[in-house]
Structures are given as C-alpha cells and as structure tokens.
C-alpha cells in the first residue's frame, strides 16, 4: 500500500538528533519491509529474545536480540528497562496492522539522516552512488568515507518503490511516490546546518607586535632559504607558546643543560635525547643560544618574545625560520584542506624535500592553536578572520605554480592549467586507491601538458591512457600507460601483471608500455620490468620532466629516449637534448647581441663574418665550451631566412636588420600565431 492513511504523519527529529545509519538488518526476497514485518511481529507476540529470526531468502541467523538492537537507534523497538521483553512503538505498530509503505519511508526519513536529501538530489541529477556521497559529505557533514550507507538507503527506498534503477544508463532516479514523500517531508536546508565556529571573527585587531610582522618581511630568496622541519618540541602543539615561553623564561640566564634536562623530565616526562632535540629546535627557531659547551641563554629575539607575550609573536618568528609555514594560510585562502592534502603542496610548490604528514600535522596543529585556521567540513581546515588578517600584513613565499610568463609563452592550452595543482593532484591520486580513476586523469593531463595527444581510457581490455607523440605519421610513436596507485605510494611487483601489459600494448598497437606509480620499490620489479620491455615511471621522474619541459621543451624524438631504455626511468638520457637546446638558446641570444651592438661600429660598419662573430665570442663566459664556427653558421642562416629575418645577409658578411626589441616583436608574432591554432 502506498497512501497515507488518516494518521498524523511521524514527528520529525532535528537533524542533530537523527541517526546516521538506516537499519543494516537482513534483506528478504520481498526487500526489507517484509524482513522489518517479521522482525516486529516477532516482538509483537512476545518471541523470546534469544529465537534465531529466519528471513526468507537470507542466510542470517541472527536472534531477535541482535535485530532488535540494530532497529533501537530508530525508535521502531525499546525496551523500557535494561534487559526487559522489547516493546513496539506506535508507529510501528501502525505501520504493521496498515502496512502503509510510504509512512514507513515517512517515518524512517523523520528518525534518520539523508532519506529525503537523497531523494531530492536525485532530482537534482545527482544520479550516481559517487555524486551522492559527495553530497551527503560536502552539503550535510556527514563524513562517510565509503559508499557503504549510499547503498545502503538506496536498497531501501528501492524496496519501498521511491527510488528506481535504469540499467541501461547505471543510474538511480527518483519514482514518482519519492516525489510524493519530498511533497509531505522536504529536505533539510543544508545551509541551517552550517554553524560558525570561528571564535575570532569579532576581533578588530591583531594582537601582534610590530617587530614580529617585521619578522616576515622577507625576500622571495630568504623566504625559500627557510628550514623544511620544524623539529621537536614536547606536550601538547596547541599548547606550544605556552610550552616556548617556559622554555625561554627558564633559560633567560645561562643554564647547564643537565638543570634543562631535570626541568624537562619533571615537565614532560622525556628522556634527555629528546631534550637535545628541543634545544636544536630552540636553537634553529633563533629563540635560544649555547654560549658554552655545557650552558645555554635566551636570545634577544627569545627575550622580546617573553616581553610582548602574543601568541602571533610566535607564530613570527616561526614563519621567519621554518619552511611552508604562514603559507599554509596562502593555501587554505584559496580553498579548504586536509592533513593529507598539504604534504604534496609543500613538495610540489614549495619546496619541502619529501611529503611528511607529521610535519605537516605539526604546522596545522599550531597554526589552529593560534586561532589562525580552524576544522571545516569532511575533516578539512579553512581560515579564520583572524589567519585572514594576518596574512594581509606578512609575506609569504610565492607557489612554484607556472609563472604568468610561462603562461604567456606556452602553445598548448592545457598549459594553462595551473602547474602547482597538476603536480600536487598528481602525487595526491597515486595514493588514492579507492579512486583508481582519479589517478588515470591525472596521469592524462600530465602528458597532455607535456604536449602529447592523450586519450583516457581504462576499460576492461585497454590501457589506462594512451599517448601519441603529435608528429608526422612515419615519425610518431605511441606509449601504452598504465596507472598503479598505492596506500602508502609503494609500488611493488605482486600487484603487476606484466603480461596483460604486453597485451595492452599489442591490442594498441604501442610503440612502448610504462607504467606511472607515486614509487618503485624492490629489485625484482626493475628486473621484471626490463626482461618484459616496460618503463617504470614514478612520479618524481614525472613531476621532474615537467618542470625541465616548462624551461627547455624538447622535442618529441627526445622523448622517445624514455620510454626506449627498461627498467626504472632515467632522465639523464635527455641531459644531452636539453644541454644543446640551452646552447642553442645562448648562442641564439648572443649572435642578435652581437650584431646589433656591432651595427654602429664605424670600422666594420655592422657587417661581420660567421668568423668574426667567433672571435667575438669565443671567450665569453656565457658559454660552457666556445661555440663553433659551424654552429654560429647555422644560426645565422636560420636568422638570416626570409621568414624569420632579423639578420640581413651580404656574399659573406651579416648584419642586424633591427633593433633587438624587433627582433623579440617578430618571434612573438609568430608565436601568437601558433598560439592562435
């Protein structure tokens, strides 16, 4: 039955009081609401409680105990003390004499979390397991990490005929009676639940001093000379001013290091090793000094910090010593972000040696003791108006996303894409293991950003994603790539079938199999990889050709040198291409020198041999090794061509056609051209 009958419909919780998880009992042949009948008719004539409960089409051999503790959270079943019989609520029992499916589905949307916001995001083209848990998890904070309760409320609205599934487009839809339960119970506003949690957003000042600020104010160069590790310091990191300033005030006369050691043990409880480590972290911070072998004072800039006690005066002179600090607030301007996030942004755009989680849980954790960041939705960290504020009055290090000059002088649009997002999301989905895919477009862009034509595919049967060198057809070769991703990033050779591989490779037709992964580890997958012809590329490698791509774009040719040799990749095989490139670029730029410095010359009138031109700049010391006369030779008739002319051309001698700015204006031209494709 499907009507509501004449009945108050069920009193609806507040969401905060709804439960998160819709009943995990067995499922029947007939669906869940016959398994729920059976369940409660149990209770209804006084079953005992230990009764093993059979549902048809189900292998279950739960007792009635068990079932009706899973129902408890609900409120279709209590009990009214501590090991009593279970009793049924009103509601049920209605639902049970009438068998009213659509109150039932009324009453479990009243009692728990996303019924009807599922069903309104399928009208809302939300079609897919996936998009619905990002809703459930970005609009209603819920915080699931699998799809398990997606499936879960989907198998019972489809049971209770609101929710149906078209095979033919593997989608979920909305059933006109779903329609008819968003008519009597609508959503919740996902906007209500947003609560603000930011204790400083009333704040009309920083309490910050003005020498600490000065702290920041660092040059680009300073900035990327700052320490990667913040080192060690003991107790709790949102209690670390309180912990610094103990430190500082007790060291704010000569002290031996063994009463350092005896004031730190009966503090915290840490052995002397880890003492040594909270001095070197002092030491490194600039905020204490050894002035002997055995003795150690607060510094000046430790003795400021006691005197103006602000807890941003620290967060100063951290940002001054220590690498990706005040940063993190630069990042978190742009969008929310978690723990696991930020290690690949200090790597990728920072300049962090290696992706160290408690390094970055370190920072975060004090940065939200200083009210500067605080916890979103979905575990993530966003600013605070008071992180907002501070970091309008510091200088923060600039990301090594791609350059607006690298913007302005790159072909390919997808070059456009920001680098430092490419990068970080490629090292983030290696590890993604649940979300292989994600990986695979990762991998995608990367070689479409290095220029290669890319095509995503990942079907049964198919490569991953498969690159095509953009050349003439009898010039241009094809890589087969497959994607690995890993937990913790290690890529070992159990989980690699060399042989379908080879066979990805042959269905293709590839020229040349790799395989991309976060990092290869263990001889026996270098040596698998070399007897079956395939290239193991880690990440790294990866993000590292990118960059040398952005300075020195090589040609394809030289790319095929990669992908040729087995085994680990080994980039030193294109060391030669980019060495004679950045030559070529050097000569390129001193022969248009040259020529036009020489244009004024009155003995030689601006006409010069390929050999005076040699003479010119054998000694300079822009080059590694002088140039030779074969080589300037071939760089005057490029420059010398009727396409490109900037350099004029008489039986034996060259000279400048223009000035030099006329020279960049006519390369620009034609780049603009090529942009314009």
């Not at 430190?247 to 002397?272: D, F, G, R, V």
């Not at 071939?634 to 034996?652: A, H, N, Q, R, Y």
Request: proline share 4%; net charge neutral; hydrophobic share 35%.
């Amino acid at each position: 039955m499907h009507n509501i009958l004449p009945f108050q419909p069920p009193k609806s919780r507040e969401w905060s009081a709804k439960v998160f998880a819709i009943p995990r009992i067995p499922r029947s042949n007939q669906g869940y609401p016959e398994s729920l009948a059976k369940i409660l008719h149990a209770v209804q004539i006084r079953t005992p409680k230990g009764s093993i409960i059979t549902i048809p089409g189900s292998d279950s051999r739960k007792s009635l105990e068990e079932l009706c503790i899973t129902l408890r959270p609900t409120g279709l079943v209590y009990q009214n003390a501590p090991g009593s019989n279970w009793e049924i609520a009103d509601e049920a029992l209605y639902w049970l004499e009438h068998k009213d499916d659509l109150y039932l589905a009324l009453y479990l949307n009243a009692n728990i979390r996303f019924i009807s916001e599922l069903l309104n995001a399928l009208i809302q083209r939300a079609n897919t397991t996936k998009e619905l848990l990002e809703i459930a998890n970005n609009y209603y904070f819920l915080s699931w990490k699998g799809k398990a309760q997606i499936h879960d409320r989907l198998s019972w609205l489809r049971d209770l005929q609101l929710v149906e599934f078209k095979d033919h487009l593997n989608q979920y839809c909305i059933s006109t009676l779903g329609e008819k339960l968003l008519s009597v119970a609508p959503p919740v506003n996902p906007e209500i639940l947003s609560i603000n949690t930011d204790e400083t957003i009333d704040e009309e000042k920083l309490q910050v001093s003005d020498w600490a600020l000065r702290l920041c104010d660092l040059s680009e160069h300073e900035l990327q000379s700052r320490m990667p590790s913040i080192g060690y310091i003991p107790g709790n990191n949102h209690n670390i001013h309180q912990t610094i300033n103990g430190y500082l005030q007790l060291m704010q006369q000569p002290i031996s290091k063994e009463s350092i050691i005896n004031y730190s043990q009966k503090t915290y409880s840490i052995n002397a090793s880890s003492v040594g480590s909270v001095l070197s972290t002092l030491t490194n911070a600039n905020l204490i000094e050894k002035i002997s072998k055995t003795h150690y004072e607060t510094t000046l800039l430790g003795k400021q910090l006691i005197t103006d006690d602000f807890q941003l005066n620290l967060i100063c002179c951290l940002h001054n010593r220590f690498l990706f600090f005040l940063e993190i607030l630069q990042e978190l301007q742009k969008s929310s972000l978690s723990t696991k996030n930020l290690p690949s942004i200090g790597v990728v755009s920072y300049g962090l040696p290696n992706e160290n989680v408690d390094g970055a849980r370190k920072r975060i954790n004090i940065l939200k003791g200083a009210k500067l960041i605080q916890h979103s939705k979905n575990n993530t960290f966003t600013l605070t108006e008071r992180g907002k504020k501070l970091l309008t009055k510091v200088k923060t290090q600039q990301s090594k996303s791609i350059s607006s000059h690298e913007k302005e002088t790159s072909i390919n649009s997808l070059n456009k894409i920001d680098l430092g997002e490419l990068l970080t999301e490629l090292r983030q989905s290696s590890y993604d293991s649940d979300n292989h895919q994600r990986f695979e477009k990762a991998i995608w862009n990367a070689f479409s950003y290095l220029g290669f034509e890319s095509e995503l595919l990942g079907d049964r049967g198919e490569t991953d994603v498969l690159i095509k060198a953009p050349t003439a057809p009898q010039f241009t070769y094809t890589v087969a790539v497959d994607a690995k991703t890993a937990k913790n990033g290690v890529i070992s050779d159990g989980p690699i079938d060399f042989d379908t591989l080879l066979e990805h490779k042959k269905t293709h037709n590839a020229h040349f199999s790799i395989i991309v992964g976060y990092e290869f580890k263990g001889q026996r997958i270098f040596e698998r990889a070399k007897n079956h012809g395939v290239v193991l590329f880690d990440v790294k490698s990866l993000e590292q050709l990118i960059r040398w791509h952005i300075d020195v774009p090589l040609q394809f040719e030289a790319y095929k040198k990669l992908f040729s040799e087995a085994g680990k990749v080994n980039l030193s095989l294109i060391e030669s291409d980019r060495k004679l490139m950045i030559e070529n670029r050097i000569l390129f730029q001193n022969i248009l020198k040259c020529l036009s410095d020489e244009s004024t010359d009155a003995e030689t009138k601006g006409l010069l041999s390929s050999r005076d031109i040699y003479q010119l700049l054998k000694h300079k010391s822009d080059f590694e090794k002088s140039p030779k006369i074969k080589e300037i030779q071939d760089m005057l008739e490029f420059l010398s061509s009727p396409l490109i002319g900037c350099v004029g051309k008489t039986e034996d001698d060259y000279f400048a056609l223009g000035s030099l700015d006329d020279a960049a204006t006519k390369f620009e031209f034609y780049l603009e051209a090529a942009r314009n494709i």
